[in-house]
């Protein structure tokens, strides 16, 4: 499980892939965030404010060719 309080730091790598997508959806299932990048380069580096979104419990989804990957986020 991941903590954040006003922003969430991604770093990852993703091989081989043409795109990546990540979404953060809140327990209720509505995407409260969604962006997707094409010709995406190995090394993803990415800050998201999430000082806006209401204190809970979301789920973190990032997806590629390769396959996709679904981690909890707790935002305090």
């Known amino acids: 499980m991941i903590v954040a309080e006003s922003l969430l730091n991604l770093a990852f790598v993703a091989q081989n892939t043409s795109s990546v997508s990540i979404s953060l959806t809140n327990v209720a299932g509505l995407k409260v965030y969604n962006e997707t990048f094409s010709n995406h380069s190995e090394t993803y580096n990415q800050t998201i404010d999430v000082s806006s979104f209401p204190k ?11 396959g996709n990957v679904i981690r909890k986020i707790v935002i305090e």
């Not at 809970?56 to 390769?66: C, L």
């Open 56 to 66: 809970g419990m979301y789920f973190i989804d990032i997806r590629s060719e390769n």
